[in-house]
């Protein structure tokens, strides 16, 4: 049996414990879908990653995948791991950033953590120039024939008076028929006592026909949440009740959008003063969920804390949710931006604030209301509609457009490979994935382009399957190119990293009998270049002989001990301890010497 480790500790760094115990323990960090960062400790990354991707990782990353490796320190023990994994969770994540961007071949990897380049975490919006509706609000969509995106019908409330929801509708989500009267108004019967309607969201019922949920200011200055019925999306009858309120409607209320699940119940997400008050200023989004179609509502919970003043919703074709809401700028008091979050739970009640803003405007140039996105009719892409208003003069604000263009990719799964793969699957996923699949290539500085060996395969708007023949690639980061049907780019930074297996040592003749003149065969494979260091201990710690110290291509190679120590003595009877390191390999093997 082998002493304990106490037995070799004070023998510097050719003791046993320094050079034979297992070094081959990494620390990483991966950075999850929402952008957080996860640190873990694994002896093979590439697995752990995997089975991060596949939900069989901890229980922080599987809600929030996929993930992408961004930081790792390899060649540590197990202790020296769980020293190291609990040092960096201990850091703030700017200081994790700092430590990710330090490390040379993950600093583009920081970058796109900080959304820098072009790597983008949301996709972007493109404003368009023609004006839908002046003196409007949008404030939802509905198919005119149920099953059919198009002809769609948009409902907006009239600006300048505030008192009823209008409609129209489209082929195209371009060009817009105003159509005649009201949907619906503050004298729909029965009657809500409402002096003026704020917002308004539609969701189609199960049993056919559409509800229609609106906020309202009530005659006494109250301020709820009601709901109305239509068979056909034109002609709508008021519910009977309140479906939201808080405190006897003395708690500001506004701007509710409805979404239905996967799962086929109903979310509504509305703007609430956080404080209790009735104070617009004071507003955050808040969420609570229905189980009969919007006519009883759950308990509410606040799922977006920064401040708020109108939102909308999206429900995206992977059953995550995106908030699309304005605020202000820090200092300011008028929305000059549109800013976005994304669900990170099934129920689509947690959500992760996405970096930059989707629309924007300078405080001079006026103020962004009523954020409200729909599909555009080639299915892919995203049109949101928005109203804006030049300084001081919102009663005139009117409905713009902005559509999502290039295509955003988010990540590719699995995140790391092997070099030695040949043929190899991989999944990317992301956003704004053409109806013909785009073309995707991977690049790395100083490297020819990777191109697939055949076409992609679009799953949907947001999945494409990708086979790339990664044998012999360069390890390393590389970037992913995607370009759509219409020519629309965009590059990914650091999508995938380029890893190599660990090697392998075989031992022949590990029983050795110096007086036969067989030595025993070291036969090694590496699959990398690097340096690689052969040793062979007593069982006492003592260093017996350096059988090979040096740098070495990667490929398979020999070495061989006799018997003997580093002057030629022969060596006692006894057990010995060959310890041998090089790229991704810290192997020990016993060899049994007799005389």
Not at 92 to 109: C, D, P, T, W, Y
Not at 291 to 308: D, P, R, Y
Not at 414 to 427: D, E, I, K, Y
Not at 523 to 543: H, K
Request: hydrophobic share 40%; glycine share 8%.
């Amino acid at each position: 049996m082998h002493p304990p480790d106490t037995a070799w500790t004070a023998r510097g760094t050719d003791c046993y414990d320094a050079c034979v115990k297992p070094r081959e323990w990494s620390v990483y960090i991966v950075r999850c879908a929402d952008a957080s960062l996860y640190t873990g400790i694994a002896k093979d990354v590439s697995a752990r990653l995997g089975a991060h991707n596949a939900g069989r990782g901890a229980a922080y990353t599987r809600a929030r995948r996929p993930v992408d490796l961004v930081y790792r320190e390899n060649d540590l023990t197990r202790s020296a791991a769980l020293t190291r994994e609990a040092r960096i969770k201990a850091l703030e994540r700017a200081a994790k950033l700092s430590l990710i961007k330090k490390a040379g071949r993950v600093l583009a990897a920081a970058a796109l953590l900080l959304c820098a380049g072009s790597a983008r975490a949301a996709p972007a919006f493109d404003k368009e120039n023609p004006v839908v509706f002046s003196s409007a609000a949008p404030q939802a969509f509905a198919e005119v024939t149920p099953g059919v995106p198009y002809p769609a019908r948009m409902y907006f409330i009239r600006q300048s008076t505030g008192t009823e929801v209008g409609s129209a509708t489209s082929a195209d989500g371009v060009a817009w028929v105003e159509e005649a009267g009201a949907r619906l108004s503050t004298s729909t019967p029965p009657s809500v006592s409402a002096s003026s309607i704020t917002a308004a969201s539609v969701l189609p019922l199960t049993g056919g026909g559409f509800r229609m949920l609106y906020s309202i200011v009530s005659t006494t200055g109250a301020y709820r949440v009601h709901s109305a019925t239509s068979a056909d999306g034109f002609s709508w009858a008021n519910d009977t009740g309140t479906r939201l309120e808080f405190s006897g409607g003395a708690v500001y209320l506004a701007s509710p959008k409805l979404v239905k699940l996967t799962d086929g119940n109903w979310r509504a997400y509305y703007v609430r003063d956080q404080t209790g008050g009735a104070n617009p200023a004071n507003g955050q989004i808040y969420t609570c969920l229905s189980t009969n179609e919007g006519l009883a509502w759950g308990a509410s919970s606040v799922v977006v804390s920064t401040l708020a003043y109108e939102v909308g919703a999206a429900l995206l074709t992977d059953g995550r949710v995106r908030l699309f809401f304005t605020q202000p700028l820090s200092g300011a008091s008028s929305a000059t931006v549109v800013s976005s979050a994304l669900s990170t739970d099934a129920l689509a009640s947690s959500f992760a604030l996405e970096t930059g803003y989707r629309l924007s405007t300078s405080a001079v140039s006026g103020t962004l209301s009523f954020p409200a996105p729909v599909r555009s009719t080639d299915s892919f892409r995203w049109r949101l509609y928005y109203d804006f208003a030049e300084p001081g003069t919102l009663s005139t604000a009117a409905i713009h457009t902005a559509l999502t263009g290039a295509p955003a990719p988010a990540s590719m799964n699995p995140g790391t490979v092997l070099r030695t793969n040949g043929a190899t699957s991989l999944t990317i996923l992301g956003e704004v994935f053409s109806a013909v699949a785009p073309v995707a290539k991977l690049s790395q500085a100083g490297q020819p382009d990777l191109l697939t060996t055949g076409p992609l395969t679009r799953t949907n708007d947001q999945s494409l399957d990708a086979v790339f023949n990664l044998f012999g690639l360069n390890t390393g980061f590389w970037d992913l190119t995607l370009t759509n049907a219409d020519g629309a780019a965009t590059t990914l930074v650091n999508a995938l990293y380029v890893d190599y297996p660990g090697g392998a040592l075989t031992l022949t003749n590990n029983l050795l009998r110096p007086s036969n003149g067989v030595p025993t065969s070291i036969d090694v494979t590496t699959f990398n270049a690097g340096r690689v260091l052969a040793r062979v201990y007593s069982l006492d710690g003592r260093l017996v002989r350096t059988l090979y110290d040096g740098d070495r291509a990667e490929g398979s190679f020999s070495l061989s001990w006799d018997g003997r120590d580093a002057v030629g003595g022969a060596v006692a009877s006894g057990l010995y301890i060959l310890r041998l390191t090089a790229p991704k390999l810290d192997a020990k093997s016993k060899i049994v010497v007799i005389r």
